[in-house]
C-alpha cells in the first residue's frame, strides 16, 4: 500500500511540474490544433487542487465557464430578443465546440444552461488536462453541490 501512496505522491509532484510548466502552451490532443494558451496562476491554482481530487477519487464534477466570442451579457441587459437569440446560438455552439474537444475522455455532461455560459461535467484526469489548456474555457472550478456521477 505504501508504494501506491508513493506513486501517487509521484504522480502528483509530476502534475504540479506540467501545469508549472505550461507557460504559453496548450495541451492539445492527437488531430487538434495547439494554440497558444496562457495557464494563468489562478488557473493553476483551480486545477492543482482539482487534480489532486482527481487522483484520489478517479473523477470530479466541475463547472467550466465556456468562452464566448462576443463575451457575455446577462440578458436583462439586452437590448433586444435578436440579440438573446444570437447569445444563446454562441452558448450553445461553444458549449458543442468544448463538448466535442473532450470526446474520448470518458467525460459525462450533467447539467448546461441554454442562457448561462457553463457547462457542468464529470471529468478523468485526461479531460482536466485538456480543459486546463482550452482556450475556449474561461474557469473551472469544483461542483461541490453535485456528488460525482
Known sequence: MAFHTAERICL???????LLGLRGTALAGP?????AV???TERRAEISSLIE?????GSVNVLVGLKLPDG???EGHMASDDAIERQRANIATARKTLLESL????VKEYGHWENLPFVALTVGEAALR???????????????????Q
Open 12 to 18: 502528483l509532484l509530476a502534475w504540479a511540474l506540467v
Open 31 to 35: 488531430g487538434q490544433q495547439n494554440d
Open 38 to 40: 496562457t495557464v494563468t
Open 53 to 57: 481530487k482527481v487522483l484520489k477519487t
Open 72 to 74: 457575455f451579457t446577462p
Open 103 to 106: 470526446s474520448g475522455l470518458g
Open 130 to 148: 485538456r480543459l486546463a489548456g482550452s482556450p475556449n474555457v474561461t474557469r473551472i472550478q469544483e461542483d461541490g453541490l453535485s456528488k460525482t
